[in-house]
């Protein structure tokens, strides 16, 4: 008898997929936001050895897509200037129109707590000026998509979502602060349609959002086998980017934002390069070029007291180097000492937007970059810094600044008085004759002082490697 249901039950399962239309994964949907001026991909699943006729409104043209044995195709479509709205017509003998299809920019949103943290806050953890945010929310040209919070030991075709949305009131409400305000500031400049993909969890850290082959170049990281005996929660190696990565992997954007960092402040040694690993990973899997890559630097914070969060910062600005069209939001004067979550997101937003603006949409001479450690110059029981990204010099306000540190040969730090000079910062200690080192801000919790003239941060550094 058994045998006999579980006949019925295949034949029952062939006849739906037989008759069944096209099936899209849940990014390629009514309201979303395609790419301007580029191949954008759409897929999905239809009935093996079918043809799949996608027909795009902008210009009436039409593209075939055959489909596999497996039941997958994929196609790109050429999408012209901003613009919209379009539908986009699928048929492969019956048809599924999407509607209400914008042309513009389309970016991803990735990483833990700070970018999850939606425009109403957590509960007793506000955002700042989110009451004004919600006002102004309503948008047609902003669309918000989420992916909601889901992990898997296998990688995932589609996740459980919420659908796109026009920006409004409701829909902004629940989505990131930083990723809508970053929106919101492209939108009004550049003045076309801006989708956000958020995918996001809190308290995650990075070995769970790479994939199980982007992995490969880290041993310690023990990958689990898919149906093993292994309890899996949200912070398993590669459990992330099967179920929330993967699905939206292909859908043509123009970049990546990233702020994550605080759950790997344990194990900073390999973060760097395993920041590195991922973004080649995933730029490789989504195969439309090397899109820039911008993310936060982690903020002050006042943890355990250890002070192991000043390593995860470093291994950030280091990652600069390692990661080809990259930038860093500095963070070092939006923290809070007793909230992980600082309330202030529209600085983080707005600096990742200057990145943007600078580095992709023609304001080549909008600064967007803090002053950043360049080199180091010892005389006698004096020491001199240059920075990076501060050809109009530094700034301190009228505060003296007191986050400088040197050191001698028996490693230990003293509080060094630090002055602006025309080409840097100057410092000396009267406790350390013979200085050797220079450490700025690395400790958990401070409140950056130093700044570029046009008001950007400074990452915090150190000159030793001890």
Known sequence: MKRIKACIALVLMMNTVVSAKVILPAVISHNMVLQQKTNAALWGKARPAAKVKITTGWNGKMYTALVGKDSLWRVSVSTPAAGGPFNITFDDGEKLVLKNILIGEVWVCSGQSNM???????????????????????????????????FSDQVQFDAKVRNWEEADVESVSEMSAVGYMFAKIIQQRLNVPVGIILTAWGGTRIEAWMSAPGLQAFPSVKIPASGAAVKLNQNSPAVLYNAMINPIVGFSIKG?????GEANRKNSREYAQMMQAMVTDWRKRWNCGDWPFYYAQIAPFKYDGDNISAYLREAQLQA???????????????????????????????????????????????????????AIKINKDTVDLTFEHAE??????????????????????????????????????????????????????FSGELFNNEGLPASPFRTDNW
């Open 256 to 260: 990546v934002l990233w702020y994550q």
């Open 320 to 374: 600069l180097k390692l990661i080809p069209n990259a930038a860093m939001a500095v963070t070092a004067d939006a923290g809070r000492e007793f909230s992980i979550h600082p309330p202030d997101k529209m600085t983080v937003s707005k600096r990742l937007a200057y990145c943007a603006l600078a580095r992709d949409y023609g304001i080549s001479q909008l600064p967007y970059q803090g002053p950043v450690y360049k």
């Open 116 to 150: 999850a943290m939606p425009v109403k806050g957590y509960r007793n953890q506000p955002v700042e000026g989110s009451n004004d945010l919600l006002v102004n929310a309503k948008n047609p040209h902003i669309r918000l998509f989420q992916v909601t919070r889901q």
């Open 392 to 445: 109009n010099g530094l700034y301190a306000g009228a505060k003296p600044l007191t986050l400088f540190e040197v050191a001698g040969e028996d490693k230990v730090f003293y509080a060094a008085g630090a002055k602006i000079t025309s080409t840097g910062i100057r410092l000396h200690s009267d406790q350390v004759k013979v200085p050797v080192a220079v450490r700025y801000a690395f400790k958990d919790w």
